[in-house]
């Protein structure tokens, strides 16, 4: 029994047991082929090499096959599949040697046909049954069950019985699923394999009971806010909350315990899915050349991602970070995504570059993704604020028009709303500029506004996760402060919907749901990660820094909005400007940039737009005057 005590068995004694059982199946089938009596001299002497052959095809196969090379007490159906294969495949072998015997040399079969049979019965029985006691009995018994850990599966489908056959196989750990939970409406007898089901309303119940450590999610939720309620509950209770992957992620068909992970914060702040318009968007993009700003960065790539799905004849690429540009690049190439990819290494602001790629490539909708977006970084540079956002845009802008891209789609943010910082005010011009556009050129310019992305570059997901790794702190500005959040997926997929819907010059915003309290994010990543907050990591909050203010807004004080066929885009009623005086303001930054001017920069900026007023920045003197 020493030898199931290891942690792996070598491979040499498993095949020394299946060759074993080779030689114990085909004597056991003599013996009942003859009633446990060989009378006659030849069959005992034919025995030996009938042994033989069995024996020594049985090895081959098992070599060839490599039957012993999975570990035993982890089998699954793979090596159960592996196994009968071979065992058929060997069986054939004996069965094609008896009918060359008999149809070539008309001699009587070599091995009695009821011998094969039995042969390949007691073998597979014997090979697998050793398996199956291995993996549910002996090591168990030899390493020990350790204290078991309680489970609750959410959902009853096929993904929540592969859950719970992988976490009960899982030898390393020590699971027990004591309950299913699904949307029933009230208890009922039903089990399955003896796990009684459970409605969902009684979850709270379940746990309290059972003293639960871990809630599986097999299936969707019916709402987003039962999967909130549900989840908020388990975190507050200690319960570790996991995801089955979908059936399309599983290895191999098969789900293995590996796979379940805890869920993300990501999953947390979800809503319900949005629902495209994919005729129309595929009617404004298949078989077009499609360019993308900006498309290294973490808003660019994912238009990437998304616009392929629609079936462009080309995508141009065009971004100055080299290393990321090269991962989508690879991304793309790797999964066989498109065929017409163009990477262009390339600067907004620099007219060649710029105009040697439009006019080259004539694309027929520009997403102008690119920006300088980090709102502390942006209210220490203001002039490169201008020379990126403001200039470069106005030069795609204007190169659109020159070569007639039929659609120019900007990306803007909500902080272009009463702009508290150097950064929100510079995408405000841009909407400015690019919307006084609309009514002097065929082009169509449409501006997309919304908040903040979940996980983009720079973004406080990622920067609480390094954090909470790190072993703490986490750093909140402000204990009271709030933001909108938005997945990539999700902000691309409305960019998307918003440029094939517009007629031009619209701003559209996107239902970004409620705002979300930074520090309540913070704890609960802190929870989702098995951390207490207070004792194992703390939060600490820093102070609001330069241009950052506490609440942010999607719309501006006299602006109002009318809705559009799509629940989650809305159009912005705003003011219009005259494209003539919106070009003479921009205009009259080149001075101070020129200088490097920073406050006249500023100024400009606030004699632009009006309502932008500073907030924790050196540039409130520029308000009091």
Request: glycine share 4%; hydrophobic share 45%.
């Given at each position: 029994m020493w030898i199931f005590s290891k942690k792996y068995?070598?491979?040499?004694?498993?095949?020394?047991?299946?060759?074993?059982?080779?030689?114990?199946?085909?004597?056991?089938?003599y013996l009942l082929r003859f009633d446990f009596e060989i009378p006659k001299v030849e069959v005992v002497k034919s025995l030996n090499e009938i042994v033989m052959l069995v024996v020594g095809l049985r090895t081959l196969s098992f070599l060839v096959a490599r039957t012993f090379?999975?570990?035993?007490?982890?089998?699954?159906l793979q090596d159960v599949q592996r196994i009968v294969i071979t065992l058929f495949s060997g069986t054939m072998c004996f069965v094609a040697i008896n009918l060359v015997r008999l149809w070539g040399f008309g001699k009587a079969f070599f091995i009695p046909m009821s011998i094969v049979v039995m042969e390949f019965m007691f073998t597979l029985i014997f090979m697998l049954g050793l398996r199956w006691v291995v993996k549910m009995f002996l090591v168990d018994l030899l390493v020990g069950r350790g204290k078991m850990k309680n489970v609750v599966i959410y959902g009853t489908n096929d993904a929540a019985l592969s859950a719970k056959h992988a976490i009960e196989s899982d030898r390393s750990e020590h699971y027990r699923v004591v309950a299913f939970v699904d949307n029933i409406s009230k208890k009922s007898d039903k089990q399955i394999n003896n796990v009684p089901i459970y409605p969902i309303s009684q979850i709270e119940k379940v746990i309290g009971d059972e003293e639960i450590d871990y809630v599986l999610l097999a299936q969707s939720f019916t709402s987003t806010e039962e999967k909130q309620r549900i989840?908020?509950?388990?975190?507050?209770?200690?319960?570790?909350?996991?995801?089955?992957?979908?059936?399309?992620?599983?290895i191999n068909g098969e789900l293995?315990?590996?796979?379940?992970?805890?869920?993300?914060?990501?999953d947390l702040l979800e809503r319900d899915p949005i629902q495209l318009d994919y005729d129309r968007i595929q009617a404004q993009v298949k078989g077009k050349v499609v360019m993308v700003t900006g498309a290294a960065g973490s808003i660019g790539s994912e238009m990437v991602r998304q616009l392929i799905k629609f079936e462009p004849q080309k995508i141009v690429l065009f971004d100055q970070a080299e290393t990321p540009m090269y991962e989508i690049e690879t991304e793309i190439a790797d999964a066989n995504l498109h065929s017409n990819i163009k990477i262009v290494m390339g600067d907004i602001t620099d007219q060649v570059r710029v105009e040697k790629t439009?006019?080259?490539?004539?694309?027929?909708?520009?997403?102008?993704?690119?920006?300088?977006?980090?709102?502390?970084?942006?209210e220490n540079n203001p002039i490169e604020a201008v020379r990126n956002n403001v200039f470069g845009t106005k030069l795609l802008a204007d190169m659109a028009i020159k070569y007639g891209v039929k659609r120019f789609v900007m990306v803007s943010t909500d902080k272009a709303v009463n702009p508290t910082n150097v950064m929100g005010c510079s995408?405000?011009?841009?909407?400015?500029?690019?919307?006084?556009?609309?009514?002097?050129?065929?082009?169509?310019?449409?501006?997309?506004?919304f908040g903040n992305v979940l996980g983009s570059n720079g973004s406080v997901i990622p920067r609480f996760k390094k954090q909470i790794e790190d072993g703490g702190p986490i750093t909140v500005t402000h204990p009271n402060i709030t933001r909108f959040f938005m997945t990539i997926p999700e902000a691309c997929q409305l960019?998307?919907?918003?440029?094939?819907?517009?007629?031009?010059?619209?701003?559209?915003?996107?239902?970004?749901?409620?705002?979300?309290?930074?520090?309540?994010?913070?704890?609960?990543?802190?929870?989702?990660s098995g951390l207490q907050l207070g004792k194992d990591i703390q939060i600490v909050y820093t102070g609001l820094r330069p241009g950052e203010k506490l609440y942010e807004?999607?719309?501006?004080?006299?602006?109002?909005?009318?809705p559009t066929p799509h629940p989650q885009i809305m159009v912005a009623k705003v003011r219009e400007y005259d494209h003539k005086v919106a070009e003479e303001q921009i205009e009259k930054f080149r001075e101070p940039i020129a200088a490097q001017d920073h406050f006249q920069v500023v100024a400009q900026m606030k004699a632009m737009v009006p309502e932008f007023q500073s907030k924790n920045s050196i540039y409130e003197a520029l308000d009091r005057k």
């Open positions: 068995t070598p491979r040499w004694i498993v095949l020394l047991i299946d060759i074993s059982i080779s030689i114990v199946s085909i004597m056991l089938a090379s999975g570990i035993v007490r982890y089998t699954g989840i908020d509950y388990c975190l507050s209770k200690g319960v570790t909350i996991q995801n089955v992957p979908k059936v399309d992620k599983w293995s315990s590996k796979q379940i992970r805890r869920i993300k914060i990501e439009i006019s080259e490539h004539l694309p027929e909708i520009i997403y102008h993704a690119a920006a300088y977006k980090h709102v502390p970084m942006m995408k405000r011009i841009c909407e400015i500029y690019t919307q006084s556009l609309n009514a002097t050129s065929e082009t169509k310019f449409i501006t997309t506004r960019v998307l919907e918003a440029g094939a819907s517009a007629r031009g010059g619209e701003i559209f915003i996107f239902d970004m749901g409620k705002s979300v309290k930074i520090a309540d994010l913070a704890a609960k990543m802190v929870k989702l807004e999607l719309l501006a004080d006299k602006e109002n909005t009318i």
